[in-house]
């Protein structure tokens, strides 16, 4: 996520958010902590900075070679 921060391809705070996502998924997966049901459901009812990541991608991939 910092590189496509670092080249434009996201912004600094999706790039932090998206950061932040992936350290809540190896907490999970890793189970370095005990994690409540409650914030699980709740970081489920929120997936806006993944939804805006998937558009963000699409949008650069589909933009011109203008940013080579």
């Known amino acids: 996520m910092r590189l496509l921060g670092t080249h434009g391809v996201l912004t600094v705070d999706m790039a932090d958010a998206l950061r ?18 409650d914030l699980v459901t709740a970081r489920l009812d929120d997936l806006s900075d993944l939804e805006a990541f998937v558009e963000r991608v699409a949008a650069f991939i589909t933009e011109p070679a203008e940013r080579q």
């Not at 809540?24 to 994690?35: A, D, S």
Request: proline share 0%.
């Open 20 to 37: 932040k996502a992936v350290g809540f998924q190896n907490v999970l997966v890793h189970e370095y902590i005990e994690v409540s049901d």
